[in-house]
């Protein structure tokens, strides 16, 4: 039996005509090193190919030979173009059975969704000789794992849900039982409202100070996450170093740091207004929901968040916030007065104690010299005194929306904390 | 010089830690597969290294010995992890020299955002002698290309928007010249509500009828898209190709195929609108505003669509759009009777000709056995009497959420074709 070395090094191959042509970002790559990383394994290479039997069989073996451990994600579902467990089956000699609980397993998740199992979805249900199965409680193909002459060998589905389910129920578990006790790990903290120069200049001559550990900057549509790594230690040695490291960055970050790991904006936002007892109302007009949207995706959001407008046209922001028409003609719809009455109303009409408000122009149309495209505006009423900011924000109509959601979150956070 | 060859194959280095440890997605890497096989450069490997100099001198190296021809990402930021250019400087046998150009562009591009650049940035105004730079109108750290004994590398920023521009409008172009007219097609239909097995049946043995076209099927939050790729033809051969397999697949597919390409469901359903003359209104509990940010997502959406209300509460379902407390009482808010209660009141309230109401169960609470997780409710008016349906959908809260939003959109489309 092939064992793995407690620093053991391993390969992932990624299984999809698509990944070689680029119509689909592989996700599945990111979390399967983030998870691992985390039991001390370290991805060491990612070989994408495509639905081919010989690409497939050579990347496989090749793979095995390096490195003597590798997961495959996709190639396990039910169309034609699945053909990862045959290969397999061959690389270590054994044969392909039809296995009888993984098809119960799957007649019954159909029948859940009122369903009955294709033809096509048969060969799910075969497994090579020897592997163990690894149940998909989230979908139809099961995982599998298997060790033998060639090494071990991990496969997955491709659909992301059900990788990730795999990946933390399944294999994390049992690639933690074979670890020695060294581990890879990282810590983020994230900050948003301040661009990545400015936070460098922050930050300073940071590195002698945090050495062994490496500090890295992530920029995105939320802000600039700070990422800080550390290698090859002791779990305990990890955390105590990766703390104080953290704490130091936060405090250079200052207002702008909100929170640490995959903390999202939304989440302290609702927390902050629930700690003060405060129902939280919104007004969209150029993101058109997605304030809203960031906040519902946090479980339990009912209890703070009581609901918003999404007044896209002027007739509704004048007929569902109450914004007077003549505000919005002679100062334009995006325009400080303009987004003062749409939170004020918010406020009034949708029964919140505190309401922020956004209209801008996210282009590619509608800007102009004294309004580019970018332009947002950000009111805030409730608690006290209405107040709005106006803010200039990059990129094209996505990641405008994507920012302009995120500075409104920022601004009712700041708001809520005064 | 070195010369790309017409069937060119390319490497594809990826620098930062963050890609190693697999906090970051690397969306990047697929983009320029797909944008590169339209002008038949293949991406043939895929390198992850972290933001450790001899890493990256190791990576850049060795896929310049094999393959002669190398993109990396990354690594030309502000900030103190960026080391590429010094290494590839290095490895040309080049000096790095202060470009006054790229210098007084970033300085420009500062001043547009009302800030002057730190210090920090002066880096990025370095160039290796010989590189040919590429301008990055969207962010501070230019594309480089450069050609030499050891092959031809181009250099790119690794912020999405900046490196898919610089793609675009200056990477793409330099490698269509040198192109002989053989190209990596692909073309795709796009389906949603029917599931993948399901899909399968309706194709049957469509391989041999569309050889040596393949047929890869893509399931996704928003459906299953149908993806056929042809390799190694010419661009005519290619497209006619594509077109009569594209045909074969969108006919079986039936109602379920809404589009092509990227198109978006939301665009679909606003284009259906505009041309009969409909304004569209929303009003959304467990989506919280999602249905709306996909529908304006669409540049131009405003001539369609009115806007509409996130009820997230209970109390806003009766104060916005008039549902009676007694039904929500007797039914509960994910019910039939409430979801066409939801969308009368949009119709009335929203000056709306049709409108669509969401309400359902995202979870993780909330479920039961009646109504479990992934219960949601879709309710139709306008135009003709309300009606309602009822689906339960698989996947966390993100994952119901998106794929009511698609159902949403989905049902909403068919009421506009009957």
Redesign the interface.
Known sequence: MHTLRADADLELVTI????????????N???????L?AQGVR?V????VA?RPEDIRQAIGEALRRTGAVITTGGL?????DITKQIVADLFGAQLRFDDAVWQNLVERFRR???V?????RSQAEVPEGATVLPNR?G?APGLWLEGAPGLIVMLPG?P?EMRKLLEHEVAPRFAARSAGRV?R?F?VRTTGV????L??RMGEI?PEIAPL??????GLEGVDL?L?VWGVSPDEADQRLRQAADLVTARAGEHAYGEGETDLAAVVLERARRRGLRIG?A?S????????R???I????DV?????????N??KT??LGVPPTLIEEHGAVSEPVVRAMAEGAVN???ADIAVAVTGIA???GGSEEKPVGTVWIGLAGAKPAEARRV?L??????I?ARAVQTALFFLLRRLSE
């Open positions: 999809g005509t698509e990944l070689l042509l680029g119509f689909t970002v592989d996700t790559g990111a979390e399967i090193a983030r998870v990383s991805v290479r990612r070989t994408a639905d579902g039910p169309t034609r173009d969704f009122g369903r199992p294709a033809a096509s979805n989230w139809t659909v849900l890879i990282s983020t661009p990545e120069s400015s460098a200049e590195e490496t500090l890295a900057y992530l920029p990422r790594s919104t969209e150029c993101t058109g929901g997605l304030v809203g949207g906040l519902t995706e479980p339990g959001s009912s968040y009581a609901g918003g407008v999404v007044t896209y046209s007739e509704l007929a569902l009409r949708l029964g282009g590619p149309g200039v990059g990129g094209e109509r996505h990641d929306r």
